[in-house]
């Protein structure tokens, strides 16, 4: 019969693709959500069961490692939050007429391929494989992203669609390069596409076939992760879409996107004669950071606000990630959880807020603390957590990103230190509106649940005082794996 | 130690209770109350630290923060100094609340907040490693913020909170470089390992300018206070006066902590920085305040000024440890340790005065205030004591800590390099120069808000406030006098601080005769303040007993004199604008490029005539307006990027496509 | 231990007792020398016994503050002029204040001049109030310029020290100090409210300064503040004796023909800066306010400067 | 043998970047169309000549796809839309004929020293192949950045993606997952595109972008 941890593994994908095909015919949205909510779940205690388990030998399309687990797991968990946060959210749209039931199923089924691409993208040991499963993720959210149907929402998934699909089509390039720099080395066939095979032997590829596909997969995959000049698409799509897919986007298909990046990083540097990787993340990061955190200042639409932050964010964990070492990697690593909790964290409140106000105008949502002082002070701390403000995580990761690199690299730790300050100029100057002053008019309570926002607001704060010691030295382990 | 941490411990866990309870009135009385209790407790550990002889230093390693690295705490005599200050501050601020928060009317904006501010700052003074440090720096920072804008119905409020979270941020982003810088590659964030490293020099200096950018935004040195004078007012009194009195001296402590204590031997030029930006901060510290007429913006003006006396004495210690005169460094040093403490008490007794009178009046603006001392003389009497103790009067403590700095400036000749010897006396006149203006300063505050006439209806039916306010103003009062007539027993307590700090601490001062305080020896120079306070009550009391029994005691109240022409207005009394006026035409013309504009109506029009002030801002139109309007530019320019047609874009991509492949083909 | 005590004692009294004459005597060399007859030298101290007899009309609003304010002016200014020499050096209290410590009691003083100034809430007091504490911001420097020059020639800031120290050889004759003598005279004649800063003698509302902020004071009140007022003349000009021409001085201990021969030229001494001081202000005329800050500015950069000199 | 087997091979890579060079060139949107079916059909043959040289023969498969989905529904699909939106005769550059061919030279070229300079030990078929490859995705990119139109930016796409076929043909033994996933991508991107066109047709009836621009996220 089939081993058990290989059964777990599969499950991963297994649940959300028979929960889709569920979801795609069942009726009554109370049902689907509950089910969405379910297969979420489901795939969670399978993520925690393949954590638990002993980690299953690599086949020749799935690959279980210590690095790709961190990613696995912090997907299927802000996966279930945020199914639990949709759950109560949808219904509102549905009354609003927003959505129409028979989009609301659609909707559903969405959710849990979507799922179910980014876990295979995770999974996959096949650098195929993996790009067939980014760009399943891609077409699944540009559908989601332009469900309401307004000019607004098609714009933004035309616009998401059109850059992703090139984005999609360099990586692919790449990836056909990377094949042709194995082919000589491994021999034709599978096993050139096989990822635990081209780490094995990425020292004698040739190097210059692996520069130019680097270049094209850091563009390519850098556009999903909304890596500057690539991000254009981002701010829309995050913008337009229903506020659960702004949180998984923003949570963890930038991380996919990371991650695949992340791999071909390491590719690069086991081979000792191709360029640095390092430093065209940094350089990419850096831009994103500085180029994001100035546009906060004009925004006027709250979620695009956050979506900017979200490049904002990318920026940051790309350039740790570039500036590589264990210190950094480890800084990039808890920085990308805490960003992905916080973030998602803070799309349920800007949901909330959004269904309590009507608007999604910043301008037109004023004095929240005084009309709703939970979601209101909710909103203030996510913001001070993605602002990297103690007590909350990611003050560790920059403390640790910030530190770490003025020692090395005095003068990019300047420029990412003012990143850092502008940004927060700029998250904060809407903050003070939306929060502050003289309320504006809705009053109403807010329908959906308030549980997933504390949720992770709560972790992040905890892991801001505490980090567990086996979860850091997981971490480092990882770290060191990252070179 | 251990009720150290439980003090803090008890703060950190009161939010929860604060929120918890909803009457206001219970929730006032346990936050307050227990803030009280915990920030005795830790005064008595604290003081116990400082005092005892037994020669340990408490540590206690927690497992928080970054595993590796863990959060430790240490209670050295620095830290217990330091601590003294906040827990005394805190204490007070606790007892001032008891009565004052009863006042306020969103207590649920405040009392979360208050118990944690004091909490960051008991842990930023604890901390001895770089993380806890930064963390709970910002920590701090943050609740202190949250109090600042608890007030959020006022335009300026919000603003002010806004621009004092970026310089915090700012602040904080500087000592992240700076402990990064520190720490080194590997990450050694613990103090030990940082004091045990080797700093190159280049290095060492770097962290010196990254503190000054720092711990002196926190601290308010110029040109980095802007956000000072925006922020401490806006704040509830008690937490103004803690921000004031308390949180700047946090800073002190991070300066302290990380230049005399992490870094090692000082660098000669390192003083002539401190102590140019010193002087310039007391000075200009104080011009400012004088061009003010709302009385917390006014204090919290002082409050810069203050800072650079402080500053001032830092620089001098570091001049003197550079060429190895640990003598001299030890005296300027205590000079600055004494101010630092001085300071946390007067300026907390004004703010809490400020806060009577804002209770009482419901105002701020000195220009329409008046006449208090009549309906409120408890309080007139502790802020008059404040207000004589700030402007160095003796027998006050203000003027012994600035006799003490005198008497290091004294010591500059020693100096072998002519830079920091010329640049002392310098700084001498400059400080000199502030404690004259702070002088007249505070004649004018005191003068417009509490005596003179009322000068609006709220004035003139103000009545005293409650007791708890009371008892914290003259606590403080009297501390203000005990430290200024018994100034040596502050100086033997913080010996051993010094001594740890520079090697040689003063000598032992309570061996001296009459409890005179000596800085080097008693040929050159002593002061007893003790003394002088008992002539002085002895001459005033004789020459009234005098007087009265023997000329006479007879008394008649009449309509002023006013040299036969009063006017019943008390709009023609002299204005706070006013009363500055002349300083500001001396100093003001250069220093703020202030000018007066007099409009006379032509004759036969019987419109009013107008003069207009206008006073520029010259540090925020020299610094900050630039990188305001840059920043703004740009994010104007780039906000163009949110609006170009997908084309566009796709060019972007490309254009990136192609750079990086060229740049591949070219390079390799 | 009781004659030290005593000594001190007759110091005290001893500055008391002589400060109305020296006024009395300036005002009188004033009057001579232009052509009046004058009041009798001995006219102060009838004056204030006048003073102190009347009955003290008080503003309906004046506080507290406003009736112990001038005992506190009083008492400040004497203590300060108790501690500076005159007839012998290192008297028995002379360490409990140095000479920056003089200069704050003096300061203490001024403060409460000014805030009682301001308490009635009138025009003039406020104008007198505003006008010292310009005049004072840059007073005080200078004068602490000054200390700074006297303290670092003399090695301490300690006047007993400093007069000792001024009587040797040792002391020299130094650009500086002369820098320091000027600093000090245009100083003393600002803080004393001498003409070319203000005028004493006027009662024209828009010029005056202290006599602006005494304007609502009667009775014992004015008596003791024109008591402190000559004080305080009579201080700066012991100041100056002490640093400048501390010869003759008698040292702590000197016995009584020490004394008594320090005490004479003591008087000799007050006497001649005393006719200076009338000199000079029959011969100037008083400037405008604003004017003053340059002039007293000047006092601040002759200290300045002194104090720079003594590096090189 | 081997010459010739270049040559062949050579010839078809060459003649594809030849005419994306041509689509590069034409700026009227119904010859537009021709030229891309032209540039389908030619991949087409590449491909098959490569299946036949590596003797692969899931490859024809590929050609098979090139050559009735790209080269023939596609074009024919588009002539369609283009015709009813009246919009064939249309001229729609952004930039001149002129510099965009320069471009497009310059492109071609970096394209082809990249690939050719810094791979001596490769194989040289494979290696001109990718060249050739490059370029024709550069180009690709060119002609969506070039072109205002909805429709010619699609013919630009699929271009990249025929150049990306090129590339793949061109590994040997490159797996089957390659083609599954071109071929998913070619029809889910058209499938996608087409409901935005007909969605697009359906509120604005036209597919020039810059209307869509003017819903461009906060200026409303």
């Given at each position: 019969m089939i081993a058990v941890p290989w059964d777990a593994e599969t499950l991963v994908l297994l649940i959300p693709l028979t929960a889709a095909a569920f979801l795609a015919v069942l009726p009554g949205y109370r049902l689907t959500a509950w089910l969405n909510m379910l297969a979420s779940l489901l795939t969670l205690v399978c993520v925690l069961a393949l954590f638990i388990l002993p980690m299953p030998a690599p086949t020749q399309f799935l690959l279980i490692d210590d690095v790709n687990i961190v990613f696995i797991l912090l997907n299927s968990f802000v996966g279930f939050t945020t199914s639990v946060f949709s759950a109560s959210y949808i219904g509102h749209e549905l009354h609003t007429g927003r959505l129409t039931p028979v989009y609301l199923r659609f909707y559903h089924a969405m959710y849990q391929v979507l799922m179910f691409a980014m876990n295979l993208a995770l999974v996959s040991n096949n650098i195929g494989l993996m790009w067939v499963a980014i760009e399943l993720a891609t077409l699944t959210t540009v559908l989601m992203v332009g469900i309401y149907r307004t000019h607004q929402a098609i714009e933004a998934a035309w616009k998401y669609f059109i850059l992703g699909s090139v984005g999609i089509a360099l990586a692919l390039f790449g990836t056909i390069l990377v094949y042709k720099a194995a082919q000589p080395v491994v021999g034709e066939g599978m096993p050139g596409m096989v990822w635990t095979v081209l780490m094995a032997h990425a020292a004698k590829f040739d190097p210059a076939t692996l520069n130019v596909a680097f270049i094209f997969l850091l563009l390519g995959y850098g556009t999903k992760v909304g890596l500057v000049p690539l991000h254009a698409w981002l701010p829309d799509a995050h913008s337009e879409g229903p506020t659960p897919i702004s949180a998984v986007l923003s949570g963890l298909l930038l991380n996919v996107a990371l991650f695949a990046v992340l791999r071909f990083k390491l590719l690069l540097a086991a081979n000792p004669q191709a360029i640095m990787p390092g430093p065209l993340m940094v350089m990419l990061g850096l831009a994103s950071l500085l180029f994001a955190s100035l546009m906060l200042y004009r925004r006027r639409d709250i979620k695009r606000l956050f979506a900017y932050s979200s490049i904002e964010h990318m920026g940051i964990i790309t350039f740790a990630f570039g500036m590589g070492g264990a210190l950094a990697n480890f800084a990039a690593l808890l920085h990308m959880t805490m960003h992905s909790l916080t973030k998602s964290a803070i799309f349920f409140a800007v949901g909330h807020i959004s269904q309590v106000k009507?608007?999604?105008?910043i301008a037109d949502i004023r004095g929240l603390t005084e009309t709703h002082p939970v979601l209101g002070w909710g909103l203030v701390v996510g913001v001070f957590a993605i602002a990297g403000l103690p007590p909350l995580g990611i003050f560790t990761s920059e403390f640790l990103v910030v530190t770490s690199t003025f020692a090395r690299e005095p003068l990019l730790a300047v420029a990412l230190v003012a990143g850092l300050v502008i940004a927060l100029g700029g998250l904060l100057v809407h903050l003070n509106g939306i929060a502050f002053g003289s309320p504006s008019s809705g009053t109403a309570r807010s329908q959906a649940s308030y549980v997933p926002l504390f949720a992770h607001l709560a972790l992040v704060c905890a892991a801001g005082l505490y980090l567990p010691p086996a979860l850091v030295s997981w971490f480092r382990h990882v770290a060191g794996r990252l070179g | 130690m251990l009720v150290v941490m439980s003090a803090v411990a008890v703060l950190l866990a009161l939010p929860v209770a604060a929120l918890g309870i909803g009457a206001r009135r219970v929730a006032t009385v346990l936050v307050y109350g227990f803030g009280l209790a915990a920030s005795l407790a830790s005064l008595a550990a604290a003081l116990g630290q400082l005092l005892s002889t037994a020669g340990t230093t408490p540590a206690i390693t927690l497992p928080l923060g970054l595993p590796w690295i863990g959060a430790h705490m240490r209670l050295d005599a620095l830290s217990a100094f330091f601590l003294t200050v906040v827990d005394l501050g805190g204490a007070a601020a606790c007892l001032y609340g008891l009565g004052y928060g009863r006042h306020e009317r969103a207590p649920r904006r405040v009392l979360p907040f208050f118990p944690l501010f004091l909490a960051g700052m008991q842990l930023v003074v604890l901390a001895d490693d770089a993380f806890t440090f930064l963390f709970s720096w910002e920590f701090m920072s943050l609740a202190s913020w949250a109090l600042v804008v608890?007030?959020?119905?006022?335009g300026d409020t919000v603003r002010a909170g806004y621009v004092y979270l970026i310089m915090a941020s700012f602040g904080t982003a500087a000592l992240l470089l700076a402990f990064g810088l520190l720490a080194g590659p590997e990450g050694g964030y613990g103090f030990a390992a940082i004091r045990a490293a080797a700093h190159s020099p280049a290095e060492a200096s770097l962290v010196l300018a990254l503190l000054l950018l720092g711990a002196g935004s926190k601290a308010g040195l110029?040109?980095?206070?802007?956000?000072l004078p925006l922020a401490h007012p806006a704040a509830p009194s008690h937490v103004s006066a803690l921000m004031s009195g308390v949180m700047t001296k946090v800073a002190i402590y991070a300066f302290v902590r990380v230049v005399f204590d992490l870094l090692g031997q000082p660098q000669w030029w390192w003083s002539m920085a401190v102590l140019t930006l010193g002087g310039i901060t007391a000075v200009l510290g104080v011009l400012y305040a004088l061009m003010q007429h709302d009385l917390k913006r006014l204090l919290a003006y002082h409050t810069v000024e203050n800072i650079g006396i402080i500053y001032i004495g830092l620089g001098l210690a570091l001049a003197f440890r550079a060429e190895g005169l640990a003598p001299a460094a030890a005296l300027a040093l205590t000079a600055a340790l004494f101010h630092v403490l001085n300071h946390m008490t007067f300026k907390s007794l004004l703010f809490f005065g400020a806060g009577a009178v804002l209770t009482a009046t419901g105002e701020r603006d000195m220009e329409r205030l008046g006449g208090l001392i009549h309906r409120m003389p408890v309080t007139a009497f502790a802020f008059l004591i404040g207000c004589a103790a700030i402007s160095a009067l003796p027998p006050f403590n203000g003027f012994a800590s600035e006799w003490l700095t005198f008497q290091a400036v004294l010591q500059g000749p020693k100096l072998a390099l002519w830079g920091p010897k010329l640049l002392v006396p310098s700084v001498g006149a400059l400080l000199a120069l502030s404690a004259a203006l702070a002088a007249g300063c505070f004649v004018k505050a005191f003068g417009v808000t509490f005596l003179s006439r009322p000068r609006s209806r709220p004035a003139a039916t103000a009545g005293e406030v409650d007791r708890f306010s009371l008892a914290a103003m003259l606590l403080f009062a009297v501390l203000c006098l005990l430290a200024g007539i018994l100034p040596g027993l502050v100086i033997d307590t913080l010996g051993p601080v010094v001594g740890g700090l520079v090697g040689q601490r003063m000598p032992?001062?309570?061996?001296e005769p009459w409890l005179t305080i000596i800085p080097i020896a008693a040929s050159h120079s002593s002061y007893n303040g003790l003394l002088v306070f008992v002539f002085i009550t002895w001459a005033a009391l004789t020459a009234a007993q005098v007087i009265h029994r023997w000329a006479s005691h007879a008394l008649r109240r009449g309509p002023a004199w006013d040299c036969g022409y009063p006017d019943a207005s008390p709009l023609t009394q002299y204005s706070a604008s006013g009363f500055a006026q002349p300083i500001r035409r001396v100093f003001g013309t250069v220093v703020f490029r202030a000018t007066e504009e007099v409009r006379m109506p032509p004759p036969g029009d019987t419109g009013p005539a107008r003069l207009e002030v206008v006073v520029k801002d010259l540090v925020w139109a020299v610094f900050y307006a630039p990188v305001a309007k840059a920043v703004g530019i740009l994010a104007d320019r780039l906000n163009r990027m949110q609006y170009l047609t997908i084309r566009k874009y796709l060019s972007l991509v490309f254009l990136a496509l192609v750079i990086l492949l060229l740049a591949l083909e070219l390079w390799l | 231990m009781i004659i030290d005590l005593l000594t001190q004692g007759v110091e005290m009294i001893l500055v008391l007792a002589i400060a109305p004459l020296l006024t009395g005597f300036v005002r009188k060399v004033k009057a001579r020398l232009l052509r009046r007859q004058g009041p009798s030298v001995w006219q102060p101290y009838r004056d204030l016994l006048r003073l102190a007899r009347k009955e003290v009309v008080l503003a309906e609003n004046a506080s507290w503050l406003f009736r112990t304010a001038p005992y506190l002016i009083f008492a400040a200014t004497w203590v300060a002029a108790a501690l500076v020499p005159t007839f012998a050096s290192g008297l028995m209290f002379s360490w409990a204040a140095d000479l920056i410590a003089i200069i704050a009691l003096l300061g203490s003083a001024r403060f409460f001049l000014a805030l009682a100034g301001m308490e009635v809430g009138t025009a003039f007091g406020g104008i007198g109030s505003s006008r010292e504490a310009m005049i004072a911001s840059v007073a005080e420097p200078a004068i602490l310029m000054m200390v700074f020059t006297v303290a670092l020639i003399a090695g301490s800031s300690q006047l007993s020290t400093v007069a000792r120290f001024m009587a040797t050889a040792e002391a020299g004759l130094r650009v500086s100090t002369g820098l320091a003598l000027f600093a000090l005279i245009i100083v003393a004649l600002a803080e004393n409210a001498?003409?070319?800063?203000?005028?004493?003698?006027?009662?024209?509302?828009?010029?005056?300064v202290h006599e602006a902020m005494v304007l609502e004071y009667s009775g014992r009140h004015l008596a003791v503040i024109e008591l402190a007022a000559s004080l305080k003349l009579l201080l700066y000009l012991s100041l100056i004796g002490c640093i400048f021409i501390p010869w003759g001085m008698a040292a702590s201990g000197g016995g009584i023909t020490g004394y008594l021969i320090g005490s004479l030229l003591y008087l000799a001494k007050l006497g001649v800066l005393g006719l200076g001081l009338a000199l000079f202000e029959s011969a100037i005329a008083k400037m405008r306010v604003f004017r003053v800050p340059q002039f007293v500015g000047a006092a601040l950069m002759l200290g300045l400067l002194g104090t720079l000199l003594l590096f090189f | 043998m081997d010459k010739l087997v270049f040559d062949i091979a050579h010839l078809l890579a060459g003649s594809v970047l030849l005419v994306s060079f041509m689509m590069l060139y034409q700026n009227r949107l119904s010859a537009l169309l021709n030229l891309f079916a032209l540039h389908a059909v030619i991949l087409a043959f590449s491909v098959a000549w490569q299946a036949h040289l590596q003797d692969a023969p899931h490859l024809y498969v590929t050609a098979m796809i090139a050559l009735f989905f790209k080269a023939l529904f596609i074009p024919l699909a588009l002539h369609r839309i283009v015709v009813r939106l009246n919009i064939h005769r249309q001229i729609e550059n952004v930039v001149g004929v002129g510099p965009t061919m320069l471009l497009g030279m310059g492109l071609a070229a970096l394209g082809m020293l990249l690939m050719v300079r810094?791979?001596?030990?490769?194989d040289l078929l494979g290696r001109e192949d990718l060249g050739f490859a490059l370029s024709t995705v550069m180009l690709g990119l060119l002609l969506m950045v070039a072109r205002r139109n909805a429709v010619s930016q699609v013919i630009g796409f699929m271009s990249v993606e025929n150049g990306t076929i090129l590339a793949a043909t061109g590994a040997k033994g490159m797996p089957m997952v390659v083609e599954i996933s071109v071929a998913f991508s070619i029809l889910i991107a058209f499938i996608v595109i087409g409901v935005f066109l007909f969605r697009i047709r359906e509120r604005f009836d036209t597919v020039d972008l810059q209307a869509l621009d003017q819903f461009r996220g906060e200026q409303g």
């Open positions: 009507g608007t999604q105008k | 608890a007030d959020h119905h006022k110029v040109p980095l206070h802007v956000w032992v001062q309570s061996v | 001498r003409i070319p800063v203000d005028n004493p003698a006027t009662h024209l509302e828009l010029t005056m | 810094i791979t001596p030990d490769s």
